[in-house]
């Protein structure tokens, strides 16, 4: 009898340790489950109804999702990023984009979050511009200029939509033809850009356009980054480097005054990693008119398109994201109009400066400045630009 009931209390007793130990690791477990649910399931793309399209038809989210557990979530609206997963230096993932939980905030007017851009991605002056002695007139949809492809940019059309794969990487291809005299441009527009999500969580953006009469292309990606995955955080203590020698000064109106200002002695120079907060407050004339960092940046001209044109570091959780392009530009915006109206994903409103857009594009206002590289397309020609963005831990 004595044998048995020490047997039962050895059994008591270990039952008891593991109950405390459980408890002990219950929060380090909760904080993992996330990471490891998302790793058992298996790569593909998936497809859900994310509500009414009001002008006809539906909008549809798609997810890629890799099979170390990225996730990324696109709309056939706007060819917008709703949510991007990836992991810290601990291998826990979480969405690090700004964005909606709901379809109706995405239809109102917003920051433009995660949105394909189009056919202009920043600002022509004054709404107009000249193409073989012909002048076009655009809305002014940003005070007097002209701003991301006006009222009703390709943010704010529905895409069509195939979904394919080769080997590991995952693609969504998404269609659209903006006709002649949409939004004031000339020309039939065929555009087609995929998103494809690698194994190795890089997502690749892959822009391609043609036309049937001479017209002006400036395609861009407007994700809004917080790679520390605490929305309500600003973006300041993330450190940025860029592989640009100089940027663009810009006007009242945040239209480029035409000169290629040196960042060397100013606040715009990141050539070395630097906390975007570091500077960002400065008593610059350039911040002040903009609110902080609202310029592009002009790549070094020589640069080989290996190497990051820009990257950003949060210290805190680990991750890094590299961005590797083709075009001669990156808007750099530290989110200097967000001003805690716009409702955060998973409660709460986006702060001041609560997101980081590295916008890769040619020059703004480029159809009015001969002296920048040249956004023109003539039928024929084939537009055809490449962005990368790739996720590691450090």
């Not at 859900?48 to 557990?69: E, K, M, S």
């Not at 433009?112 to 002695?133: C, T, V, W």
Request: proline fraction near 7%; include cysteine.
């Amino acid at each position: 009898m004595k044998h048995r009931n020490s047997i039962t209390t050895i059994l008591l007793l270990l039952l008891l340790g593991a109950l405390s130990t459980g408890c002990k690791d219950k929060g380090k477990a909760d904080q993992k489950q996330h990471t490891m649910t998302q790793q058992a399931q298996k790569p593909g793309i998936e497809s859900h109804f994310f509500g009414p399209f009001p002008a006809g038809g539906q909008v549809t989210r798609y997810t890629l999702r890799n099979a170390r557990g990225m996730e990324v979530d696109i709309l056939n609206y706007g060819g917008i990023i709703t949510r991007w997963t990836a992991p810290d230096r601990d291998g826990n993932y979480q969405d690090v984009v700004l964005g909606f939980d709901r379809l109706a905030p995405y239809l109102e007017r917003h920051p433009y979050f995660g949105a394909l851009i189009g056919r202009y991605g920043n600002r022509i002056a004054q709404g107009s511009f000249q193409l073989d002695g012909k002048t076009y007139t655009l809305a002014k949809n940003n005070g007097e200029n002209h701003l991301h492809g006006g009222e009703y940019g390709f943010d704010r059309v529905l895409w069509e939509v195939t979904g394919q794969s080769e080997g590991d990487t995952l693609s969504l291809s998404l269609g659209y033809l903006s006709p002649d005299g949409e939004e004031g441009y000339p020309g039939n527009l065929q555009v087609e850009v995929t998103y494809s999500l690698t194994p190795d969580n890089e997502l690749i953006v892959d822009y391609q356009a043609s036309t049937d009469a001479p017209t002006v292309v400036n395609l861009t990606q407007h994700t809004y980054f917080n790679l520390s995955g605490n929305f309500q955080q600003p973006i300041t203590d993330h450190e940025l480097q860029l592989d640009a020698p100089a940027y663009l000064p810009v006007d009242q109106g945040l239209i480029p005054t035409g000169d290629f200002q040196p960042v060397a002695g100013t606040p715009f120079d990141f050539t070395q990693p630097k906390a975007i907060g570091a500077e960002i407050d400065a008593p610059d004339p350039q911040l002040q008119v903009a609110g902080g960092y609202d310029h592009c940046w002009v790549l070094d001209e020589g640069r080989d398109s290996e190497t990051p044109a820009a990257k950003t570091y949060h210290p805190g959780s680990g991750r890094q994201l590299e961005v590797f392009t083709e075009e001669p530009g990156i808007q750099v915006y530290t989110s200097n109009f967000l001003n805690g109206d716009q409702p955060a994903k998973g409660g709460g409103y986006y702060p001041f400066r609560g997101g980081l857009c590295l916008e890769t594009q040619h020059l703004p206002d480029s159809p009015n400045r001969p002296e920048f590289p040249s956004t023109r397309l003539d039928p024929g020609q084939t537009y055809h630009t490449q962005t990368r963005f790739k996720f590691t831990t450090r």
